[in-house]
């Protein structure tokens, strides 16, 4: 079968964070910006989608595709590393340390956003022709998904600050469930089905993605967004990688290494009752 029970994919997650530790700067770099560049095609491609069909939920049940491709691609995503990484300092794997989990998260941080932004500049050129005129609907697009999601936050003040970072929360949750969900099939179909889910509901429910963002929001500035990049860092990319952290750590790694990982002792079973005695007969 190709299925993986939870306590053998619960062992690789702490693997899979043990071995990102240590991997060359060279190798966590190049797969990071391969990550970020992938996700962000699949970004512009499902909003490309939803605009020429009127739909969200056809782009967002054609999303995934790209977080597939660079999961079977062995890339890495900001969002997974929070994830996997600090249960090998949890399981105190041998080498791991804070600098050692720090190292990572940054130069995967980096990786992706330089992949994301290539992306964007490639998208710039071609729904405006070279930058020699107005950009296409599909530009007119992206410039307003930047605007409502950083002033639109902005406009509620501190309600608008919380509702942002809850969505972040939310969506690693699901996106750091379809990084373990590629770990519970040995079969390239099993992967692509478990991992398709969690990131269609993320995608279609409009939570905060930090890489996904360093597209939008760097071609939405390309485009002419009425907004500035103060905006989108205060209110946006800075609140969501926090709470990008705090779901994938949280309702993933934590609960899985909680409950499958360090099991505990099941309880030990009741003595039966004693059999009531019977009752003379009168």
């Given amino acids: 079968m190709s299925y993986v029970t939870p306590q053998d994919f619960a062992k690789k997650m702490i693997d899979a964070g043990e071995a990102k530790v240590f991997m060359s700067t060279k190798d966590t770099l190049i797969r990071a910006y391969m990550a970020g560049a992938i996700l962000a095609l699949a970004a512009a491609f499902a909003v490309t989608v939803t605009v020429n069909t009127g739909d969200p939920l056809i782009g967002a049940l054609l999303f995934p595709v790209g977080f597939c491709l660079l999961y079977l691609l062995g890339f890495d995503l900001l969002t997974g590393v929070f994830t996997l990484v600090p249960l090998a300092l949890l399981d105190k794997r041998k080498g791991v340390t804070m600098n050692g989990l720090w190292r990572n998260w940054g130069l995967v941080f980096a990786g992706n956003f ?17 930058f020699t005129s107005e950009p296409n609907e599909v530009g007119q697009r992206i410039g307003h ?6 002033l639109g936050y902005a406009a509620h003040g501190a309600g608008g600050m919380l509702t942002l970072f809850v969505r972040a929360v939310m969506c690693n949750w699901m996106v750091s469930t379809g990084v373990v969900a590629a770990m519970m099939s040995t079969s390239v179909s099993g992967k692509i089905m478990a991992m398709w889910m969690p990131i269609l509901i993320f995608f279609y429910m409009g939570f905060e993605h930090s890489i996904v963002n360093m597209f939008l929001f760097p071609s939405g500035l390309l485009l002419g967004g009425n907004f500035t990049i103060m905006d989108y860092l205060i209110w946006n990319e800075i609140p969501t990688v926090i709470g990008n952290l705090v779901g994938g750590l949280t309702f993933v790694g934590a609960m899985i290494y909680a409950t499958h990982y360090k099991t505990s002792p099941a309880r030990p079973v009741a003595d039966e009752p004693a059999a009531p005695m019977p009752v003379p007969a009168e």
Avoid at 116 to 126: D, G, Q
Wanted: glycine letters at 18%; proline letters at 0%.
């Fill in 114 to 130: 330089a992949g994301a932004f290539t992306v964007a500049i490639f998208m710039a050129i071609i729904v405006t022709f070279g």
């Fill in 145 to 150: 998904i930047g605007e409502g999601r950083t």
